[in-house]
Every structure is written in C-alpha cells, then in structure tokens.
C-alpha cells in the first residue's frame, strides 16, 4: 500500500492478539500510513492479514525490513524485541514495544500519554507500552494524584484470558466446553505456558500471573509495581499486586486501595476527579447498579471506573473498580496513542 | 429414624445449596442424631431426600415440628429463621442459623470454633453462622492476630455462584453454553435476583453482591467488615472489602492485605504462624506453583492460604491468598462444628 502523506510503519506480531488489534486500531483511527509492512516469526510468514480492506502479506521479520521505516510497533514477545528493536532503530526507525523488553530501561520512556506524554521527549528511540494492567490503573491513579497526592496503593487483579494470548482463550473456551460436557480435560497453557504446572481456568481463578520472582511475588506483580512508580515518576510511591486470572475473554478488572497524601475528600469529591480524568469513564451508580463490567468494557478504548467509596476506617482511604480492555488501553490503543503523541510532538525522529 | 443415642434434630431449608451439603456434612461426620426432621417452604414439602441410605421426606416448616427438637439447623433465607427461629427456641430447640438475621443481634453469638468458640457459652437459644467469606478470612485471620496483634485489613473476593443458590449455578451453567453456541443470553438471577438489574456471569467479573447499602459498599461487603469485627471480639479493627461474583461454581477467593500490630515478621514466619492454625492448609510454594485453587477446594473442609508475601513497602504489611468451599466451611461445615462444639461443652440446653 502507498498514500502520499503519512509514515512508513511496521508491526511485528501481526498475527498476535495484540498485533490484530494494532491493526483494527490503526485503521480506526485513520492513523496516517504510506506504507505499512505486516511482519512476524518466520512460522507465520506467509499468511494473509485484513488491513482496511487490502490483504497484506505477513513477512519474515528481519533487520532489513526496518530500512526505510518510520515507526514499528512491536508486540511479539521480549526477545524478539531484545533482538530486533535496536536492528529497526539503528536503521532510523522509533520503536513502540510492546513487550517487557524494555521497560525499567532508563534510557526508555514508558509511557500513558493521559499520564507522561512529556516523558516521550526522552527517548532515543524506543518507547514501551506498559503492561496492561498498569496502564489502566494509572490512567485511574493520575487525578487522583494531580488533586490529593498517593500515599499507597493496593492492587488485587481480575484478568483476562487475552492477556496470556489467543492460544489462551482457545484453551479456556475449548475447557468450558469439556468441562460442560462432562469431558476430561488436559491444560496445557495456563497460568504460563512456558511453567512447569497448568491449570483448569474455566470456572477457577489462578492466583499466577506469569512466573515467580525469587521475593514470592510473579513478574506481572512485579510489573505492576515497578512500572506504576515510573509511569508516575514516584520510585518511593507504595504499591503492592495481587495478580489472578479469571475465566474472561477480555478485559482487566482491578479492585484498587489508594490513600491519598490530602485526607478528608468524599466519595463524591473522588468521583467528580475520576470524571474528569482524561481517558476515564466513570460508571458508578448503587441505585442502578450502575458499575463498569469487562463484558461491557470490551471494544471500547476507555478506562470504566465505579465502586468509588471512602474506606470506611482511614479518611485518606479509597477503594476502585477498574475496567478496561487489556488489548485495547491495555495494549493496541495506547501503542497508537503514543504513535500519535511522537507525530504530534514531532518526535518520530531523533 | 430412630437411634438411641443421639439428639433430635431438625433441618430448615433442606432442598437448598446449604441444606444439602449440611445433610452430607451430618451424615459425615456421624454427627449424633436421634430423630431427623427435614424441613422447607410448603413449595418444597412432599419431597424426598437421601440421608445415610435413608429416604426422608420433606415437610412443610411450622412452628409445632419443633416440639421435641435438640438443634435445629437454619438455613432458608433470613425472613424465615425470623419468623420460626424464636418458635423453635420457644419450644426447646437450640438454633444454628445460617441466614444473616440474627449475626449482629448482640444477644447472639457469631461463632466459628477455630476462632471464638468460647462465645457459645452466651448464646439464648440462637448461634448464628457467619457469612461464607467472612468465615474463610477470619480462619486466615486468628493466627495472625495471635502471634502479630492486627492492625488493618483489606480483602478483594472471587466469590463462587452457588452462594446465591442452585438456581444461580444453574444459571451460570446455562448462560455459558448460550454463549459458547452463540446464542442470546438473558440474566435473570445474578448478581442479585430480587435487585433489578441482572447481568451475564459468564465469562465476567461482577462487583456486586446482595444488595447496595447507603454508603456505596454492598451487604456482602458490610457483612464482611461487621461480622470480622465481631467475631474476632475487635470493634475498632479497620476492616474494608470489596466483593466480586465470578464463574465459578464452588468456592471463594480472597485476596486479602493485612496489616500487624507487631512488624517484622518475614513471610516465612508468617507463613508459619499460618500452617499451626487451627482449621487451615497451607499451600505456598512458588518454586513448584503451589497456591490454593478454588477447583481443588471443593468439597473440602479446610481453610487453604498461599500467596503469603510480605508488602513491599509496610515492614508490618502482608498479602495472603485464601480459597475455601463457600458450602463446606463456609457453610454447612461450619454450622456442623458449631453443633458439636454445643454438644461437647455441654450446651445444646440452656
């Protein structure tokens, strides 16, 4: 595909949830392409991809294919970045990853455009995604921190199956169906496929998220943690993760504890903050029951709170729910955000 | 039935989720019984039920089929045990009330033997059964409050569907399969079945169970906060919840943050508090993926923690993950070991 205006982009991953949204996103949002190439492993090589109405052919990702690219997202696991990011870069491209990659990296801004747009000026030429469910916890945490400061924060998580791939949720439909048919059943990929032990997800809620560190805590709480303090700039901000995954196809619900530095605001002052956050809905009615839901939040780039209450015990004390779509804010939206963001602030090159 | 040692027992709200695993429970652990008279709304009576090969059958609740009862067990619904509780203890019966009518009277004892089984010795004719996610916390909790004091706690809960019932299960059941041969769905029952609103279960994560309060939290989160207090005999204990209905049939997560009175504790000694107290599995392994599920709780009667982990940031701060079957001992179980408590102090007559 050739337009005149636009850049020239890449994506590797493409056959990968994440990448498969990238590109609904992209297309969305009429985000401005010349040209945009579909790469992949070499086992996907050769497949056929929907963009806009073109059918593109998925390529071998090499270091060759960056010559000429402006921005490539890449979403297709950690080393594939570790490999390949500073190949594209190196040949004058700016890298939006994806993966864990680089995150903590110091030289790499990490970045929720609601939150730290001003941090992409930074970079040099990589910019990494957040991992999902920080990316909508913070998005929820920014207000609050703008009007009354964070003093700690307390993170039990409700994720979804997409996170952990479209294998994933294949595996959790084609269990729900065995195990409603009175089937036995053989997990093969969850909690991490790449661990020893799998478990039955469907009707079940698996306290593992990714692998475990040597403190006790699995590497998405560890992400959660360390990610939320540089997102936010506060490397001394108190936060601690619980990470469970549940038997949902997408979207990430999270129950967030927050005490704020400035005590002594309502419900009602917390949610009229949350209101006007940007990229927040709020969704938060008892006389209706009017509280966000994955099922609802599912298709949608917005971050869905309710369940705003004052703890009933510290006047600095609040408790969230928070929903979002793991592939969407959580992944493919906020990757294009920033994609936006660098054009904005003519930051695609250095 | 007839024996000849043993009380005379009754059960009220046989046919439902509870009754049937107390019927297992009694039938279990050979629980002394006498007579057995199983009971139920006129809707109910007629039935026939198995208890220990017998073939009983259900009658209609009313105050005279109390005459001569040593224990009656209740546990259909909270206006029931209102109306024939009282007829019950009239007429010579001690009450175990599984329904949240009585828990907060303060002339009735709310009990869980591993935690206050002394409190039994007040009670006037009424015990009442804590609520299913309260129990399985204050089990978790009781060791902890021994060796460290207590000085905050918060829980987020993965609760089971069959707290609000078979038909709930049924439901969640159903509902799956539709979505599974992409059919229409339509709620009827979850969250709450008398609220207004109903929402899909499968597939989803919903925060809210039993009805709003005004204060923004649900009774479920209310009961919670209340009867954790009242239980471990701590009024100012700071308490909060946020209660979470998911699909799964049996058994409840919690994730739960406490904070001690005493600090310094690592999760190893925490972890050892854990494993001597009274009720509770440990299961906390990390190197080999050792956590509590809520699939391999059913049907059991212990209270399994794991996930045990000190805060990252609060020296005094711990996080624990704890699974138990909302029907065992969240239930019947706990109702059961109520009764032989009575039965070994001496209790059952006032």
Chains 1, 2 share one sequence.
Not at 29 to 34: A, D, Q, V, W, Y
Not at 112 to 138: F, R, W, Y
Request: net charge negative; proline share 5%.
């Amino acid at each position: 595909m050739v337009k005149k205006e636009g850049l020239n982009v890449a994506l590797v991953g493409a056959t990968g949830a994440v990448g498969q949204q990238l590109l609904t996103t992209l297309a969305e949002r009429s985000f401005p392409i010349k040209t945009l190439k579909v790469l992949s492993s070499p086992r996907s090589a050769g497949k056929k991809i929907d963009f806009n109405g073109e059918t593109l052919t998925v390529e071998e990702a090499t270091p060759e294919q960056f010559d000429g690219v402006d921005i490539a997202f890449f979403s297709a696991g950690g080393s594939v970045s570790k490999q390949l990011a500073p190949e594209a870069v190196k040949r004058g491209a700016t890298v939006i990853d994806n993966t864990s990659a680089y995150r903590l990296d110091e030289q790499v801004p990490l970045v929720v455009p609601e939150v730290n747009e001003g941090d992409l000026h930074k970079h040099q030429g990589i910019v990494a995604n957040p991992n999902c469910s920080t990316i909508q916890m913070v998005v929820a945490l920014e207000p609050i921190k703008k009007a009354y400061g964070l003093k700690k924060v307390i993170v039990s998580t409700y994720q979804a199956v997409s996170g952990a791939g479209l294998s994933a949720v294949d595996e959790m439909y084609e269990q729900t169906q065995q195990i409603l048919n009175d089937e036995a059943i053989s997990p093969e990929l969850l909690p991490v496929s790449k661990d020893e032990k799998h478990y039955q997800i469907a009707f079940n809620a698996i306290p593992q998220i990714d692998v475990f560190q040597d403190n006790g805590y699995t590497f998405e709480e560890m992400k959660m943690v360390n990610e939320t303090k540089k997102i936010l700039n506060d490397s001394d901000l108190p936060v601690s993760a619980t990470c469970v995954r549940l038997p949902v196809e997408t979207s990430h619900s999270e129950s967030v504890y927050v005490e704020t530095e400035k005590g002594g605001a309502t419900a009602k002052d917390m949610q009229g903050v949350l209101k006007e956050g940007a990229g927040i809905t709020l969704q938060d009615d008892p006389a209706t029951q009017t509280y966000p839901l994955a099922t609802d939040a599912k298709g949608l780039p917005d971050v869905f709170v309710g369940r705003v209450r004052q703890d009933l015990d510290a006047e600095n004390g609040y408790h969230l729910w928070v929903v979002s779509d793991n592939l969407l804010k959580g992944a493919a939206f906020n990757s294009v955000q920033i994609a936006e963001s660098l054009v904005e602030l003519g930051l695609t090159k250095r």
